[in-house]
């Protein structure tokens, strides 16, 4: 599932304001990034295509049909894959290198880990 900024922008609209007509997501795209109505309906159309938004009539309602969380994931798995050979000790190790954690946060991602440990444990 590869969603493209200007997509990421349409369905963002979805995602906090609930389900909207095309034109009132333009309204707010026009305020927010100052796209014409014409570039609003053209995304949303790729977004139907693509099957992230259902068109609904009358009005030309818009409904999304993937959530902010499954995008996400699936563009942290895609970056793990093409850029760390699918090792995602690999990504971490990169990305906790070239981060400054305070205490709270080294806490956090201990527990995590722990979380996960017990949780892996648990189903053997």
């Given at each position: 599932m590869k969603v493209h900024q200007s997509e990421w922008?349409?369905?963002e609209v979805l995602w906090d304001n609930g389900d909207l007509t095309a034109?009132?997501?333009?309204k707010i795209l026009k305020e927010k990034i100052g796209w014409s109505r014409n570039t609003t309906y053209t995304i949303i159309n790729r977004c139907i295509k693509k099957g992230f938004i259902e068109r609904i009539e009358p009005h030309f309602q818009c409904k999304?049909?993937?959530?902010?969380?499954?995008v996400k994931c699936?563009?942290?798995?895609?970056?793990?894959e093409q850029q760390f050979g699918g090792s995602?000790?690999?990504?971490v190790s990169y990305f906790l290198k070239s981060r400054d954690?305070?205490?709270?946060e080294i806490n956090e991602l201990s527990k995590?880990?722990?979380?996960?440990?017990e949780d892996c444990d648990s189903d053997n």
């Open positions: 922008n349409v369905l034109g009132a997501i333009s999304p049909l993937i959530s902010k969380q499954d699936a563009n942290a798995n895609e970056i793990v995602l000790s690999l990504f954690l305070n205490s709270d995590l880990v722990q979380d996960l440990k």
